[in-house]
């Protein structure tokens, strides 16, 4: 069986689990407490931390690979710019659907908030000379730690490209 097959299968079996015990389990302490609260909470987050834990090292040596295979450096710049372009495009066409869907879902209306719940205030966007400027890491190891994917993906190329590594005939 595939991999695809099995991760579908237990996506399955995950929403058919969840939604019995929420129809049916709601109210039942046992299974919320040892289950829901227990397992199914210590699994997932173990889950969740796993895939942080790939993402950098993923990102890094595909950017590496990447580099290397284009050969002639000199296409690097028109390259950097056309996927640039691309994660700009794919970022507004993501933002646009969530804000759509959001708008015709209208997630959290009805909802009532028992007790003080206080204000809200969103944090205040820095300029955009300010998020340039951060493109470059102060400290890559730091970026690597904190996983600052701009400044991984910055720094993992300019590496590459300062080192002059250039693919084999």
């Not at 507004?92 to 209306?109: F, R």
């Not at 820095?126 to 102060?138: E, H, K, M, R, Y």
């Not at 400290?139 to 002059?164: E, S």
Request: with cysteine; proline share 5%.
């Amino acid at each position: 069986m595939e991999m695809t097959t099995k991760i579908l299968i237990w996506m399955a079996t995950g929403l058919v689990l969840g939604s019995l015990i929420n129809w049916f389990a709601s109210d039942v302490a046992f299974i919320q407490d040892y289950f829901v609260n227990g397992l199914f909470h210590v699994i997932g987050a173990m889950f969740i931390t796993g895939l942080k834990m790939l993402v950098v090292p993923l990102v890094t040596f595909s950017l590496i690979c990447g580099v290397y295979g284009i050969g002639d450096i000199s296409k690097l710049g028109r390259v950097g710019l056309k996927a640039f372009g691309l994660f700009i495009l794919t970022t507004a066409l993501a933002i646009t659907l969530a804000i759509t869907v959001a708008a015709i879902v209208g997630p959290g209306q009805g909802f009532e908030l028992i007790g003080d719940q206080g204000e809200f205030t969103a944090p205040v966007a820095p300029p955009l000379t300010q998020v340039i400027i951060d493109l470059i890491p102060g400290n890559p190891v730091a970026a690597y730690a904190q996983g600052n994917m701009l400044q991984i993906i910055f720094f993992t190329i300019c590496g590459v490209h300062a080192d002059g590594w250039r693919a084999r005939p």
